[in-house]
């Protein structure tokens, strides 16, 4: 074996060390981070009359592990809950971009949307550690239209900045569209918080369509902002809605899923829970299957 290894011609090797390169340059894998949000399957364009849909709303920690310090990012556990529970839509919160403590090249929304192979819409609810910092959307389906809101504070207060995003699917029949959104509403000031209800109560006006709205609301059910909420929006939870935080240990419900009165009318609630994970961020995730009349 020896003697014919030796035989062969100066430069043969060089030229198939050549060939492989060019070969391996020219592969493309899904979820290149030129493309994040394009699936590796044919994207769904349109809800249809009968069909199940699956949404999901996830207060991430900036892919921080609450069990882990600081500077450990994990947003391959948080891809995990997400490809696990396999929903359509998914509603994040806590979302770094390119902030010094997260990475300041990691977009997490994207990363996020190459490693569940879905569509991405962020938006910024603050500048916030050299990068930004706000909630997302991934979208298993075509996105038609991508809209952001800020949600503001009260007068005079001086709290963190929140915004919503909310996103457009074509839907069969009615006005031809279904609406998702992502929000994260004021922890500390309840003045603030209210603004925000009352500001997401406007938005909701001026959309014709069924809308679910997900998020973290940083209000227990009974809360004034919860109970404001509910004229115009129903909770979708179907016997009482489940302990959300802390995630090892839930103690509280502040993370739901809201279907308008349209949405309410369009839908049959099929099931709503929280994800069994309690390790990859401090909030435990909600997924609600709503099926389309």
């Known amino acids: 074996m020896k003697d014919r290894i030796n ?23 899904s979820g290149d981070p030129e493309e994040p949000g394009k699936p590796v399957t044919e994207t769904p364009t349109t809800i249809k009359s009968g069909q199940t849909v699956k949404v999901m709303t996830y207060n991430i920690h900036h892919g921080n ?15 995990a809950v997400i490809n696990s529970e396999d929903p359509d839509f998914v509603a994040l919160q806590e979302v770094d971009k390119n902030t010094k403590r997260s990475g300041v090249n990691l977009n997490e929304a994207q990363e996020l949307a190459a490693r569940t192979k879905r569509s991405v819409f962020f938006s910024k609810s603050i500048d916030y550690d050299g990068g930004e910092y706000g909630v ?10 991508r809209i952001r809101y800020s949600l503001p504070l009260a007068a005079g207060a001086t709290g963190e900045l929140r915004s919503v995003a909310i996103i457009s699917v ?46 973290d609301f940083n209000a227990v059910p009974t809360n ?3 109970t404001t909420l509910q004229q115009s929006f129903t909770a979708g939870c179907l016997s009482g809605c489940p302990l959300t935080s802390p995630a090892t240990n839930p103690t509280r419900t502040i993370d739901y899923v809201f279907l308008n009165q349209q949405a309410s009318a369009a839908f049959t609630v099929l099931s709503y829970r929280t994800a ?16 389309y009349k």
């Open 276 to 291: 069994d994970e309690a390790v990859a961020s401090d909030h435990r995730a909600v997924v609600a299957e709503l099926k």
């Open 224 to 226: 004034e902002a919860i």
């Open 7 to 29: 035989s062969v011609r100066p430069g043969y090797f060089l030229w198939i060390g050549i060939v492989v390169l060019f070969t391996a340059c020219g592969k493309s894998k």
């Open 65 to 79: 592990p609450p069990a882990q310090s600081e500077g450990v990012i994990d947003l391959a556990a948080i891809a």
């Open 170 to 215: 074509a839907a069969e029949g009615g006005s031809g569209k279904f609406y998702f959104a992502s929000t994260h509403l004021e922890v500390s000031d309840a003045n603030s918080r209210m603004t925000q209800v009352q500001e997401l109560l406007r938005i909701n006006s001026g959309i014709q369509s069924p809308f679910v709205l997900a998020g």
């Open 136 to 145: 997302a959307v991934l979208s298993k389906y075509t996105i038609v239209d």
